[in-house]
């Protein structure tokens, strides 16, 4: 692989892309491509708000995937994108099942994952945590929020199109180990969880700090389009409770803004890596940088 640093466009599927800063390495592990429509999916926005980022079919590209992130010699999966799948939905459709085959063109085995910290229990955040009934990452600590968890402990939410019902089977069902956290605490030396609450109970943020301070912050669904920097009131369909959503979303506008700080947003099509930048006028927008290009969209 010849990495190029570039900055794609944000309505094209998302490259295999990656960025070093200090002694961090994060590369966007995509898994394939989520298309939704915009009148479906954001019901209360402006359709032609959408325009600039939809196919010529009038679908919003969405891509779903992972970031993988070295840090301090320790390797973290965030997320786990959907898994092998090719269907349709009320509101889009999928096709994924590509995250192996990119890990291994990275020399990446699944065995060498150390952490899968999961930001919410969707399908496109955790699918791949199993398959064929068994740990996808045989060697991982799988984590996620303990307010993520709770509703499923008992025994809601765990219905309907998002979920990914063979994962939080597996988990409630006592034989695959995994680990609670709270907001604030660390995950891995340079990791630290920041709970975001309103797109699901427990959603959980994930700021990764290199030894400088420079700081990465990998938001989940947080925000699923760069349109919502701008606009933090506009919701999707998936987001349960947006009043939690708007405040999530101006406390991590706060954190973005801060000096030496940039985002991951997984599916803001082929510019997944960006800061948050202000006008004159105090208006923000998401502001993509440049980042090593390591593979085509996979799927």
């Known amino acids: 692989m010849n990495p190029t640093a570039a900055i794609g466009q944000p309505g094209d599927p998302a490259a295999v892309r990656s960025v070093t800063f200090d002694d961090v390495a994060a590369i966007y592990v995509v898994d394939g491509v989520l298309t939704m429509r915009p009148e479906t999916f954001f019901p209360e926005t402006p359709r032609q708000a ?14 779903a995937g992972g970031l993988l992130v070295r840090i ?3 390797t973290v ?13 009320a509101f889009g459709g999928v096709d994924c099942g590509s995250m192996l085959e990119v890990l291994d063109s990275l020399e990446v085995r699944p065995e060498d994952i150390d952490v899968l910290a999961v930001t ?16 996808t990452f045989p060697n991982a600590r799988y984590a996620f929020s303990a ?38 605490d660390e995950i ?13 109970p427990g959603h959980t943020s994930y700021v990764i700090t290199s030894h400088t301070g420079r700081r990465l912050v990998a938001f989940g669904d947080a925000f699923h389009s760069s349109t919502q920097v701008t606009h933090p009131d506009w919701m999707s369909i998936a987001d349960t409770d947006a009043t939690a959503v708007i405040a ?27 800061r948050v930048v202000a006008d004159a006028s105090g208006q923000v927008t998401w502001e993509p940088i440049p980042s090593a290009v390591l593979a085509p969209p996979p799927r």
């Open 50 to 63: 959408w325009d600039h980022l939809c196919t010529t079919a009038g679908e919003l590209v969405m891509s």
């Open 72 to 74: 301090a010699g320790t």
């Open 77 to 89: 999966l965030i997320d786990a994108g959907v898994g092998t799948a090719t269907k349709s939905f």
């Open 120 to 135: 919410h229990l969707h399908f496109d955040h955790a699918g791949w945590a199993f398959a064929d009934g068994a740990r």
């Open 147 to 184: 307010q993520e968890w709770a509703p499923h402990a008992a025994g809601h939410l765990g219905e309907g199109e998002v979920a990914p019902r063979h994962v939080i089977s597996q988990l409630a069902s006592g034989s695959a180990d995994f680990e609670l956290f709270d907001d604030g």
């Open 188 to 200: 891995v030396p340079g990791v630290r969880a920041l709970v975001t609450p309103g797109h699901t």
């Open 248 to 274: 999530t979303r101006h406390r991590l506008l706060d954190r973005l803004s801060e000096p030496d700080t940039f985002g991951f947003g997984c599916h803001f099509g082929d510019q997944p890596f960006g």
